[in-house]
């Protein structure tokens, strides 16, 4: 079946440095992938699609210049966290649509769980 | 009101019982609805996904779908303690935005 690989699968780092997660769709090409994010006991929280080749679409309430997203070739999405602080810590997922035609066809990485200190 | 509202529990059952996980949603266009299944720290894993009303089934696993109660169902049949995790609805219209439940705990005790 189609496989998300998601690395880092966790991180710890210092408040203000940067973090970057990686999503690779190993055997699909996925135009567009999606990133959320989700804290103990809570919903999955959609942050942001990822297109190839064009800009992030972000949801509301949800700082792009803080959350980079690049999408730059068709297999390959990266989350960047920039100047992290604690709030950020939480478990971020990201997931491709591995099947155009079906509408429930989507596939999500293992996650990655960010802690800041 | 959230678009999906789905009980948390944490649920707790013996080996062998039935279960079963539910969701109500307040969107009637929603036509797809999916059922995910998310082991601790992993990410989630589609485990049944239905189009319209109706029921679906997958060896112990049984989907219902029924849109005039804005209600869906997953129920296990012989449960086991490998399908401890935790149990998450989703639901969309266009496939292009997903809402999802906030995944219901499970323990299935040996």
């Known amino acids: 079946g189609a496989v998300v690989s998601q690395h880092p699968s966790w991180v710890i780092c210092k408040s203000g440095t940067s973090v970057k997660i990686e999503c690779r769709s190993l055997?699909?090409?996925?135009?567009?992938m999606f990133w959320y994010r989700q804290f103990p006991k809570q919903s999955l929280m959609l942050m942001a699609t990822?297109?190839?080749?064009?800009?992030?679409?972000?949801e509301q309430g949800v700082e792009k210049d803080k959350f980079l997203i690049n999408h730059a070739s068709l297999t390959l999405s990266t989350l960047t966290v920039t100047s992290a602080h604690p709030e950020d810590s939480s478990f971020y997922i990201c997931?491709?649509?591995?099947?155009?035609?079906?509408?429930?066809?989507?596939?999500f990485g293992s996650g990655t769980r960010l802690t800041v200190v | 009101q959230k678009e999906v509202e789905q009980d948390p529990g944490p649920l707790s059952v013996p080996e062998g019982a039935i279960v079963s996980l539910n969701c109500t949603y307040s969107n009637s266009a929603f036509q797809y609805f999916m059922w995910y299944r998310q082991y601790s720290r992993k990410g989630p894993e589609l485990l049944m996904y239905t189009y319209s009303s109706g029921n679906k089934e997958d060896g112990r696993f049984t989907a219902q779908v029924d849109k005039s109660s804005k209600y869906i169902s997953l129920f296990i049949r012989d449960s086991q303690p490998s399908d401890s995790a935790t149990y998450l609805c989703a639901m969309t219209n266009t496939g292009n935005q997903f809402y999802f439940g906030t995944g219901t705990s499970l323990t299935v005790i040996p």
């Open positions: 990822s297109n190839e080749g064009s800009k992030a679409t972000y």
């Open positions: 055997d699909f090409q996925a135009t567009t």
């Open positions: 997931s491709a649509r591995d099947r155009p035609a079906a509408n429930y066809g989507y596939t």
